[in-house]
């Protein structure tokens, strides 16, 4: 008895090794300031830790929604770079399916052709290509954008639907990108690292046969390290049917989305200010 128990126990362990959705970020803590990942405020019912993987590097880090079908929020260095924009293809997470040994993002076609699966086992707890082939007014919006990281490999992973989320299309082109590609260059002057946590709020609304949730609201937040000084800090929401964005202090951020969640939300270690 005292035998099949440890053998039992050697399975478990051998299974959790070959995974990257895991309990913890402990696999990809560095893009956490720290090391130490938001509280448990933001968590859903059934969530999924991700360490994104890609051609056997980490690229940055995701918490998703199973039941939802979207990101909580992805976590990453803001790293922008002079790689051209990759290829268009699109990303699922095989590990999201169930018990299998693939590591790293990879397409619904080669999922299908190559190891399979079928389309229903991947649609089970994830978005999927069908679900953002119809939408109205809205895009598949980034949490980590492919302009804030810098080789053409971080670029590449930022293209999986673990990233993403239905986003009004006026925001997503308009002041969202404006924030991304104009606001984040002019504060991040003078940082050595800036670490980034981009996330979205759970709506009540779904898309796609109530498959996908639409976010109520869009936030980012960086902690900046300064040479020689204390680290500076900022934030930023928008609601997901409006072209605004409000810039905020960290403070008035992590207020804001505890009302919104629910729950005291603490999205960085207490050296990032709050003022």
Same mark, same amino acid.
């Given at each position: ?37 938001? @509280?448990?405020?933001?968590?859903? @019912?059934?969530?999924? *830790? ?34 051209? *924009? $990759? ?6 997470? $095989? ?76 925001? @997503? ?41 639409? $976010? ?23 609601? @997901? ?35």
């Amino acid at each position: 008895m005292l035998g099949l128990l440890l053998l039992q126990v050697l399975a478990s362990c051998l299974w959790l090794g070959h995974s990257e959705v895991v309990n913890s970020f402990d696999s990809c803590p560095q893009f956490f300031y720290d090391g130490i990942p938001p @509280n448990d405020a933001l968590n859903p @019912n059934n969530p999924a *830790r991700i360490c994104q993987r890609f051609n056997n590097s980490y690229h940055y880090a995701t918490l998703y929604d199973r039941d939802r079908r979207i990101p909580v929020y992805s976590a990453y260095k803001y790293e922008p770079g002079d790689a051209k *924009r $990759p290829h268009t293809w699109w990303f699922v997470e $095989p590990q999201l399916i169930g018990k299998n040994n693939l590591r790293e993002m990879e397409r619904e076609s080669v999922l299908i052709g190559q190891h399979h699966f079928t389309l229903d086992e991947i649609k089970k707890s994830q978005a999927v290509l069908d679900d953002y082939k119809t939408l109205k007014d809205l895009d598949r919006g980034h949490l980590n954008p492919n302009s804030q990281q810098c080789s053409r490999e971080s670029k590449t992973a930022t293209f999986t639907l673990t990233n993403i989320v239905p986003q009004d299309s006026s925001l @997503n082109n308009g002041q969202w990108n404006k924030y991304e590609c104009k606001t984040m260059p002019k504060k991040t002057q003078g940082c050595t690292t800036t670490y980034v946590i981009t996330g979205a709020v759970p709506g009540n609304t779904f898309v796609s046969d109530n498959r996908v949730n639409r $976010p109520s609201h869009i936030w980012s937040a960086a902690c900046c390290m300064l040479d020689k000084k204390p680290p500076k800090a900022w934030g930023a929401i928008a609601e @997901n049917d409006k072209n605004q964005v409000e810039e905020l202090s960290l403070g008035e951020l992590e207020e804001r989305l505890t009302k919104l969640y629910g729950g005291t939300v603490t999205l960085f270690n207490n050296a990032c200010p709050r003022e």
